[in-house]
């Protein structure tokens, strides 16, 4: 078999992480993607990747910002602060976790400009 028809195979938490993201980016279900990455995590922790697992959080991190939710983020930001990351993956991570910070929660109105009202005589 050439090695432009082999097929990777991922497993464990780094499968979680990449149909997380395939559920986010194309099928736009936040809900289940969430289901997804702590179902994986649960079931793979103990032997998962630190990179797999630190992505993982900054997802559901995102996720859960996205989605309104900010109070559930405190004990993934915990548990990601304690994984042993090398500069080059720790930038990884905070490049996933920016993104959270400013985003807008899909399932809350965005303040917009005070409506204005017409005058009764005009």
Known sequence: MSASLRTTWIFGSARAVDNARVLIEF?????LAHRVLTTGLARHCE???????????????????????????APWRERLARIPLDPDQRHQVEAMLRSA???APL???????????????S
Do not use: C, F, S, Y
Request: charged share 35%; proline share 10%; net charge negative.
């Open 107 to 121: 399932d809350r109105p965005e303040a917009g400009p005070e409506p204005v009202e017409e005058e009764a005589g």
């Open 47 to 73: 032997n998962a990747d630190p990179l797999d697992t630190a992505k993982a959080l900054a997802m559901l991190i995102e996720i859960a910002t996205t989605l309104g939710r900010p109070e559930e983020t």
């Open 27 to 31: 099928k736009n279900d936040d809900h």
């Open 101 to 103: 910070e400013h985003a």
